[in-house]
């Protein structure tokens, strides 16, 4: 009988510079990107998360059909196919046709208006690549992460990562820029609002082209990239919030500007924002990134985290904040879920 299983923990990931929308060019389920990226890998500083993902699977012939499990629920159909979207390749790889039970566990609430897709694919990718002893590079690696979901392919790899767009499958993967103790950012999260976000990125991708501001973003995004790698190696903070500000506000012009338009902002995000100048003017510095999402991320240097924590817990409406710092590497363990 064969069995291979193999368990994994990855780390989510803030995009600085954001991927939005797919390349017309390529199949849409290859998920090549329009734009390079460039991320920090989060390892959240509270005792109940670390913003990571647990994740383990098992090839084995004595299954009769491939199972996922998260946070104790059978996944449904439509949620496994993005499993297989990851495995299915892998195992062609590996040219092993047994079927697999995978288990995934999150040291966060999946509701909690965090994203989990990356840390979730990138875990599973090492994970089922692991168990299938393919003895793959991390920037290979990451090419089957981006198969499950775009962010994924930025968390194989801790500190802060640059998803380069390439023009295939091979060619589109991610590799370090900087080791997460060598350019000094932490983050706040502010969770203005917690629950699932109405439309999803992968709609969203659908949908960038149809901005007419799009072309634009996607030219700016290739410059902000190269910018903001070399402001990150200066260790130059306050150049690396002010682009990382300006992607965000590119990506979320296209997202409103999209049809059907896309909305993430709640009112507390745009109170946020403003509250987030108005300390900058103060002398504080931080700046501001917001996702596919109504939750804000506050930049800032480490040394002005609990001064910053302290301002952002005085806000009534901030529900939650998590401080973060840039995190290691995903990595195998020998811990299995089951
Ligand atoms: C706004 O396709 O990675 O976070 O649907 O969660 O898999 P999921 O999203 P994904 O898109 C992420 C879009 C983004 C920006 C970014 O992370 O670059």
Redesign the pocket.
């Known amino acids: 009988m064969i069995t291979v299983k193999s368990s994994a923990i990855a780390h989510s990931n803030i995009?600085l510079i954001?991927?939005?929308g797919r390349s017309l060019d390529h199949n849409p389920n290859l998920n090549i990107p329009s734009n390079d990226?460039v991320?920090m890998t989060k390892y959240g500083l509270t005792q109940s998360t670390h913003l990571q993902t647990h994740t383990t699977i098992d090839f084995s012939d004595a299954y009769q059909e491939d199972s996922a499990i998260l946070e104790e629920k059978v996944l449904a159909r439509r949620k496994m196919e993005r499993i297989l979207k990851v495995v299915d390749p892998l195992r062609k790889y590996a040219n092993i046709d047994c079927k697999f039970k995978m288990m995934s566990r999150n040291d966060f609430p999946t509701q909690a208006g965090l994203?989990s897709?990356?840390s979730g694919f990138a875990a599973l990718a090492i994970a089922a690549a692991n168990a299938l002893g393919i003895d793959f590079t991390k920037e290979e690696i990451s090419t089957f992460a981006r198969l499950g979901?775009?962010?994924?392919t930025r968390s194989i790899q801790g500190g802060f990562v640059r998803w380069k767009k390439g023009n295939s499958h091979e060619t589109s993967f991610a590799e370090q820029i900087c080791d997460p103790h060598k350019f000094n950012m932490n983050a706040v999260i502010a969770i203005v609002h917690e629950g699932k976000k109405d439309v999803?990125?992968?709609v969203g991708?659908e949908s960038a082209h149809t901005s007419p501001f799009n072309e634009v973003r996607i030219l700016k995004s290739q410059q902000q990239a190269k910018d903001i790698q070399k402001a990150i190696l200066d260790d130059d903070f306050c150049k690396v919030g002010r682009i990382a500000e300006e992607s965000s506000k590119y990506?979320h012009a296209v997202m409103m500007t999209s049809n059907p338009p896309l909305f993430y902002w709640h009112p507390s995000t745009l109170r946020l924002v403003r509250s987030i100048q108005e300390m900058r003017k103060r002398g504080m510095k931080c700046y501001f990134t917001v996702?596919?999402g109504p939750n804000v991320h506050c930049l800032c240097r480490p040394e002005d985290r609990y001064e910053l924590q302290k301002m952002l817990g005085r806000i009534e409406y901030i529900k939650k904040i998590i401080p973060v710092k840039p995190a290691d590497d995903s990595y195998v363990t020998k811990e299995h879920l089951f």
Request: charge should be negative; glycine fraction near 4%.
């Open positions: 995009a954001k991927y939005w990226s991320s994203a897709s990356a979901s775009g962010s994924a999803t990125s992968d991708h990506m996702d596919a």
